[in-house]
């Protein structure tokens, strides 16, 4: 059973840039079987897909968010990250990581954890 | 972006009760369409993948059905453990989310 665990800092300041790490345990994940992905959820409102990456390093990012978004794999470490840049409060969020088929449905999610972007 | 609209927003029903929620593509994504659960403060967790295949170890309750544009989720006999926000998720182009349905106790 694949566990995912996020993270990261809490608190990144506007126009800073957020770093989060998603370590995979119970599976590889240079597993050809699945791709990795990242998820935010401003409190109290819907889910916003961000960006996924396959083990080869192929990366698909949401249009909204591509410029300013990197998702990065560390074979490795079984690790995968997010890096987004120029930061404001509206991207205060929980920041899920998760992993899907290449149908694109999200099987098993980290607990998520909760960046505040203020100075 | 395809946009996805769930109806009813929020919905009040009681334990035993047949639930449907609906969610509307604004274009055909075939059955490119997946449910998931999500409990206050967890993680989302995925209920129906394909439109109408349940996920290994979901309750026989929970079914989904659908094609092109609309699509329904459908819980037969609520139990407390249900009571929980769900959001559908097409895979069709650019992932995106339906706005949720909050399913609370009458």
């Known amino acids: 059973q694949l566990q995912l665990q996020e993270s990261g800092p809490g608190l990144v300041k506007p126009s800073e840039t957020l770093s989060l790490t998603c370590t995979v345990s119970?599976?590889?994940?240079?597993?050809?079987?699945?791709?990795w992905g990242w998820i935010r959820q401003p409190p109290g409102k819907g889910l916003e897909w961000i960006g996924s990456i396959y083990y080869s390093g192929s990366t698909y990012y949401n249009p909204s968010l591509k410029s300013r978004v990197t998702i990065s794999v560390d074979t490795s470490k079984n690790q995968f990250s997010l890096k987004l840049s120029s930061v404001t409060a509206a991207d205060t969020a929980v920041y899920y990581c998760?992993?899907?088929?290449?149908?694109?449905?999200?099987?098993?999610w980290g607990q998520g954890t909760l960046v505040t972007v203020s100075s | 972006d395809i946009q996805m609209t769930q109806s009813p927003s929020s919905l009040s029903a009681s334990v035993g009760d047949r639930v449907t929620i609906t969610c509307r593509a604004s274009q055909s994504i075939s059955s490119y369409l997946n449910w998931y659960q999500q409990k206050p403060g967890k993680a989302p967790k995925l209920l129906i993948y394909?439109?109408?295949s349940l996920q290994s170890g979901v309750p026989s309750r929970f079914s989904g059905s659908g094609s092109g544009t609309d699509f329904t989720l459908t819980i037969s006999s609520l139990q407390p453990e249900d009571f929980a926000t769900y959001y559908c998720q097409q895979s069709y182009s650019t992932i995106t989310f339906g706005q949720g349905t909050r399913l609370e106790i009458k």
């Open positions: 998760a992993s899907s088929t290449s149908s694109e449905y999200f099987q098993h």
């Open positions: 394909a439109a109408s």
């Open positions: 119970g599976g590889s994940i240079s597993s050809s079987s699945y791709y």
